[in-house]
């Protein structure tokens, strides 16, 4: 079982940054990567980028490329989200979770979901 909790959000305005941070326990090394979604008020759950556990593998949704940046630490406990130049598209509730599946964007694939975080940017 794994647990995971997201911290970081916040409110900012436009072109600002926040980073997110996802702390991750329990049993962890069997999983494939983790994922950062987002959800916004009457949309999907979309995501937003992903990290593997092993190697250094990193996606991206083609709308945060360049702005956004996903890492994590040596012992993979925890990963962030570096998010730059925020606009008010951005806000969402943003969430971790992790998947077995390789190469996969689809939120049904992924499990072990976060409470999620607010992330609200004013223009």
């Known amino acids: 079982q794994v647990q995971l909790v997201e911290s970081g959000g916040g409110r900012v305005q436009a072109g600002g940054s926040l980073r997110l941070s996802c702390a991750a326990s329990g049993r962890t090394l069997s999983n494939y990567a983790m994922g950062w979604f987002r959800q916004a008020p009457g949309k999907d759950r979309e995501f937003v980028a992903s990290?593997?556990?092993?190697?250094?593998?990193?996606a991206y949704a083609d709308f945060v490329k360049g702005r956004f940046t996903v890492s994590r630490n040596g012992a993979m406990n925890t990963v962030y989200l570096q998010m730059n130049s925020l606009q008010p598209e951005d806000t969402a509730v943003y969430y971790c979770?992790?998947?077995?599946?390789?190469?996969?964007?689809?939120?049904?694939?992924?499990?072990?979901w976060g409470q999620g975080t607010q992330v609200t940017v004013s223009s």
């Open positions: 990290i593997k556990w092993f190697g250094s593998g990193t």
């Open positions: 979770a992790i998947t077995d599946s390789s190469g996969t964007y689809n939120y049904r694939d992924y499990h072990s």
